[in-house]
């Protein structure tokens, strides 16, 4: 199993950007589809960003999907989330997830198909 742990997070103002990091121990990424989800207080899990194992293919959550990107550093087993504008509707708990697929998912959304999950980092926009 693929143990994650999430970094970057942090306070940042309206407008602001942020990079979070997931770094992967115990396995190499290159297995992996990797995926950021996000709660906020009161609210359901929701899908933010994918990169599938290669790194080659990318998804987002369609209203998000002009201010961030996702990409990974295999020599480093990290995948980033670079975060930009961001809004107080962005103020989260921040998850990286991996799953065990070395071809493009067909769906990415779905938080029951990654077996492997960080701990989580907070981002707060200020307005």
């Known amino acids: 199993q693929v143990q994650l742990v999430e970094s970057g997070g942090g306070l940042v103002q309206t407008g602001g950007s942020l990079t979070l990091s997931c770094t992967a121990s115990?396995?190499?990424?290159?297995?992996?589809?990797l995926a950021w989800f996000r709660r906020a207080p009161g609210k359901e899990w929701k899908f933010v960003a994918g990169?599938?194992?290669?790194?080659?293919?990318?998804a987002y959550e369609a209203a998000v999907s002009d201010r961030l990107n996702i990409s990974k550093d295999s020599a480093r087993n990290t995948v980033y989330l670079k975060m930009n504008n961001l809004g107080p509707e962005d103020t989260a708990v921040y998850y990286c997830?991996?799953?065990?697929?070395?071809?493009?998912?067909?769906?990415?959304?779905?938080?029951?198909?990654?077996?492997?999950w960080g701990q989580g980092t907070q981002v707060t926009v200020s307005s």
């Open positions: 990169i599938s194992w290669n790194g080659r293919d990318t």
């Open positions: 115990g396995r190499t990424l290159d297995n992996y589809a």
């Open positions: 997830a991996a799953r065990f697929l070395r071809e493009t998912p067909t769906t990415w959304s779905s938080r029951y198909d990654y077996a492997s």
